[in-house]
Structures are given as structure tokens and as C-alpha cells.
């Protein structure tokens, strides 16, 4: 009874993570999903502002006729972690603004969203994980635009252990446009 109920609470996350596309792909960010935050009762909550100022010297990164320009930079973050029971989902959103003062056509806005749904069964763990950008390259000189992409990196695995071995079956899918 125990083994079809898991199945069952199994089947409703796996459907409910392909339909809003939940997923968590070896995330470099190390804050999810385990932030710190605020906790409003199992759930927590979390959320980042950076700010800074830099000075490129050579913003078209030509050898000749070198063009600089001071770029500001604007990163708010937010993000949340689901415990349920021993299982999670999580997801993290930042965006990074970066102003530039002199050549404003360089101006541009790059999002990150990052999520993950864990599912511990007694003898093994599903995850499935997300890791989605969508950012603007660098110009190579001041006659081309900024490439814009899209990138996309989808992880499913099954992980059990037996003994002292570890096993990490997965299938990766990456997109970028």
C-alpha cells in the first residue's frame, strides 16, 4: 500500500514538474536550495541585491582604438525552497541590469532562473532540474549588436546507493537559440 501511494505521489510531481517545466541542472549557484531566508512555515523564502560599478577599458575588445566606459551593474535575486517531507522543490530568479554610461546601445538585462524538484523514495532519489538564461554576449566591435541567447540545461537523474556503491543514472538535455 505504502509502494503504491509513492508511486502515486510520484506520478503527480513528475506530471506537475513536466507542465510548469521544473528542473535543476548541477546548479553553480550554491545558495539553491538551501538559502538562508525567511521561513513562513516549512516554506523559505530568500532574496539578494548586488550592486556594482566597473570600468571596462576596451568595451569592444578591438586592438586598435581602444573605446572604455564605466558599466553599472544591477543584480536582484529572489527565490523560495518547498520542503515536503523528504522531498523538495525549489527555484531561484535573478536578473542583472548592466548600464552602460557612454556607449548606452551596450545597455542590456540577462535573467537566470534555476529549479528543482527532489523526490527521496526509500530506495533511490529523482531529480529533475533546471538551469534556464536568457543573456547578451559582448560586441566585438561598434558595428555589431550584441548577440542575444537562450540557454536551456535539463537534468533528469535517479541516484540510489547499495552498500558502499553509488549509482547516478541521468539524461541531460541542452538547448540554445
Not at 521561513?39 to 550592486?51: I, N, Q
Request: glycine residues 4%; proline residues 2%.
Amino acid at each position: 500500500m505504502k509502494r503504491q501511494k509513492a508511486v502515486f505521489i510520484l506520478s503527480g510531481l513528475i506530471l506537475f514538474a513536466c507542465c510548469i517545466n521544473v528542473s535543476y541542472a548541477q546548479i553553480i549557484n550554491k545558495d539553491l536550495p538551501q538559502a538562508e531566508g525567511v521561513k513562513l512555515g516549512e516554506a523559505v523564502l530568500h532574496s539578494d541585491l548586488k550592486t556594482s560599478v566597473e570600468f571596462d577599458s576596451n568595451v569592444y575588445l578591438q586592438q586598435d582604438g581602444e573605446k572604455d566606459d564605466i558599466i553599472t551593474l544591477i543584480n536582484p535575486s529572489l527565490g523560495f525552497e518547498l520542503p515536503l517531507q523528504d522531498n523538495r522543490l525549489s527555484m531561484a530568479y535573478d536578473v542583472a541590469v548592466n548600464k552602460f554610461e557612454r556607449f548606452t546601445e551596450n545597455s542590456h538585462v540577462d535573467h537566470r532562473v534555476q529549479t528543482l524538484a527532489e523526490i527521496n523514495l526509500t530506495d533511490y532519489k529523482i531529480t529533475l532540474s533546471n538551469l534556464y538564461r536568457r543573456l547578451t554576449d559582448r560586441a566585438s566591435s561598434e558595428d555589431t549588436k550584441r548577440t542575444k541567447r537562450q540557454l536551456s540545461n535539463t537534468r533528469l537523474g535517479i541516484a540510489t546507493e547499495l552498500d558502499q556503491l553509488a549509482f547516478d543514472i541521468s539524461y541531460t538535455n541542452k538547448i540554445e537559440n
